[in-house]
């Protein structure tokens, strides 16, 4: 199976000029943010790690080696870009090693440790409020004009919030991986594996459903059956429970949010056009629906929109410098899409 991201998973803006992100691990920089209060006590070490070029899931093999505990043991709220400068935090249950200079002097160079708490429980997926980003991008070939319009566009509407590339793996290897394993032509006895290719698979209809609504221009206008979601929670209401011109208003407001469905063994929760469009995706994966429901995978939503908070611009030359935040899941690269064409220039830096 080949397939391409791009053309799958169409943008609302349509940009013309071209740049490159990643030329240098410090033109892409995120910050992690919580409003964890630390009760300073309890068995678990919290350690607010700077690294650079390296995968989040090697940095928590080194704190477990670091500390002489399991790989379980460690925690963290999510994925970072490995191709970054990244601050994000980790969590080590009962170290039996605690002194924070003897941990840094048996890390790599690439990984610093540059602030330190103990707290009661463990660091948990998603626990944290949201990611800033600093990202440069450079070599920008087109007109400005219209990446202002686009910057202006995506502050007015939000951007699609598709999951990125990256959880899909190199050129979407993992979906054929999930078609295979859950039609048993191949085992996958590695429990992180099969949960990445769960998550694979109802991220990729996820995305087919957005793309489907980008395409009617109906991704951020309600149609009969939505599911809305809260702002800032996991709260979901039918459009039954509001008149259209509230919908209307909450949804220009940002309050409210149009969502599609992160598919489960059960029915989907929207009705009506909603429910037709989205069962009609899914139901060109028999396969993932046979692997959902062996996994027993629950249907839940996610928003269509990611809204960005904060964000500044500025232009020096042909390089755009963009400083602004996202909520937990939400990928950069889908914003910077929005705005311009980008190639990821990567490859070009030395990562662990």
């Given at each position: 199976m080949t397939l391409n991201f791009d053309q799958l998973f169409p943008t609302t803006n349509n940009p013309k000029a071209h740049g490159l992100i990643k030329v240098k691990a410090e033109d892409f920089i995120v910050i992690e943010h919580h409003n964890m209060t630390f009760t300073e006590t309890g068995e678990h070490l919290w350690l607010k790690v700077k690294k650079v070029s390296c995968n989040t899931s090697w940095v928590a093999t080194q704190l477990s080696s670091a500390c002489k505990v399991p790989?379980?043991?460690?925690?963290?709220?999510?994925?970072?870009?490995?191709?970054?400068?990244?601050q994000q935090w980790f969590s080590v249950q009962l170290p039996k090693v605690q002194d924070i200079e003897t941990i840094q002097s048996k890390l790599p160079e690439t990984i610093?440790?540059?602030?330190?708490?103990?707290h009661q429980s463990?660091?948990?997926?998603?626990?944290?409020t949201h990611n800033e980003f600093k990202i440069l991008v450079r070599n920008i070939k087109g007109e400005r004009q219209p990446i202002e319009n686009n910057i202006q566009s995506i502050l007015q509407s939000g951007a699609p919030n598709y999951?990125?590339?990256?959880?899909?793996?190199?050129?979407?290897?993992?979906?054929?991986?999930?078609?295979?394993?859950?039609?048993?032509?191949?085992?996958?006895?590695?429990?992180?594996?099969?949960?990445?290719?769960?998550?694979?698979?109802?991220?990729?209809?996820?995305n087919l459903i957005v793309a489907s609504r980008i395409k009617q221009d109906s991704w951020n206008l309600p149609v009969e059956g939505d599911i809305l979601q809260l702002d800032g929670s996991h709260s979901w209401f039918p459009t039954t429970a509001a008149t259209p011109s509230e919908i209307s208003s909450r949804l220009k407001q940002f309050d409210i949010h149009i969502t599609a469905a992160l598919w489960g063994e059960d029915k989907v929760q929207s009705t009506a056009a909603?429910?037709?469009?989205?069962?009609?995706?899914?139901?060109?994966?028999?396969?993932?629906?046979?692997?959902?429901?062996?996994?027993?995978?629950?249907?839940?939503r996610r928003s269509m929109r990611t809204i960005l908070q904060n964000l500044t611009h500025e232009w020096d030359g042909d390089t755009l410098a963009l400083n602004f935040m996202l909520q937990p899941g939400a990928y950069a690269t889908g914003v910077i899409r929005e705005i311009i064409n980008f190639q990821d220039d990567s490859s070009q830096l030395t990562s662990s």
């Open positions: 790989a379980r043991q460690v925690g963290f709220a999510g994925l970072k870009d490995r191709h970054a400068i990244t610093e440790i540059i602030e330190h708490h103990w463990k660091l948990k997926r998603g626990q944290l999951f990125g590339p990256q959880r899909f793996g190199h050129q979407l290897g993992n979906i054929q991986q999930a078609l295979d394993w859950f039609e048993n032509k191949i085992k996958v006895n590695n429990r992180n594996k099969r949960s990445l290719l769960i998550s694979s698979a109802r991220s990729y209809i996820f909603c429910a037709h469009l989205e069962n009609n995706i899914a139901d060109q994966f028999p396969a993932f629906q046979n692997g959902f429901e062996k996994n027993r995978v629950k249907q839940t």
